[in-house]
C-alpha cells in the first residue's frame, strides 16, 4: 500500500486556483513534518511548503503569500491550496513525510528530512 498519494493536479491558466490533497495511509498526526515539493523538467526537487507536528507552516519564497498548507489529521490528509498561478509553477508536485524517529536538526526544505514520498501529481499552468 502506497502510504502517500497526491490528488489535485491539472492544467490552468495562469492567475488560477488548484488544491493539491495528499491521502495518508500511515498516521500523518504522528509526524515531525509534512510537506509538499516539486520539480520541474531538468530542475532539482525543491521544497514548497511545509507543516510542523505544532502546526508551525514554511513556505517556500517563491509562493508565499500564494499557497497555504493545511492538514486534517482526522482523515489523515495534506493539502496544498495553491492560487495566483504563475507558469513558473508546473512541476510535477509531492507529498512527504517526516516519520523519523529522530530530531532532524536540518531546514523544512531537505530532501533527507523526510523518508515517505508520494508519487506525485502534475501541475501545469499556461501563460
Known amino acids: 500500500q502506497v502510504p502517500l498519494v497526491e490528488s489535485g493536479g491539472g492544467s490552468v491558466q495562469a492567475g488560477g486556483s488548484l488544491r493539491l490533497s495528499c491521502a495518508s495511509s500511515i498516521n500523518a498526526a504522528n509526524s515531525n513534518y509534512m510537506g509538499w515539493f516539486r520539480q520541474a523538467p531538468g530542475k532539482k526537487r525543491e521544497g514548497v511548503a511545509a507543516i510542523a507536528s505544532d502546526g508551525f507552516t514554511f513556505y517556500a519564497d517563491s509562493v508565499k503569500g500564494r499557497f497555504t498548507i493545511s492538514q486534517d489529521n482526522a482523515d489523515n490528509t495534506l493539502y496544498l491550496q495553491m492560487t495566483s498561478l504563475k507558469p513558473e509553477d508546473t512541476a510535477l508536485y509531492y507529498c512527504?513525510?517526516?516519520?523519523?524517529?529522530?530530531?532532524?536538526?536540518?531546514?523544512?526544505?531537505?530532501?533527507?528530512?523526510?523518508?515517505?514520498w508520494g508519487q506525485g501529481t502534475q501541475v501545469t499552468v499556461s501563460s
Open positions: 512527504a513525510a517526516d516519520m523519523n524517529g529522530y530530531l532532524y536538526s536540518g531546514s523544512w526544505a531537505d530532501l533527507g528530512r523526510y523518508n515517505y
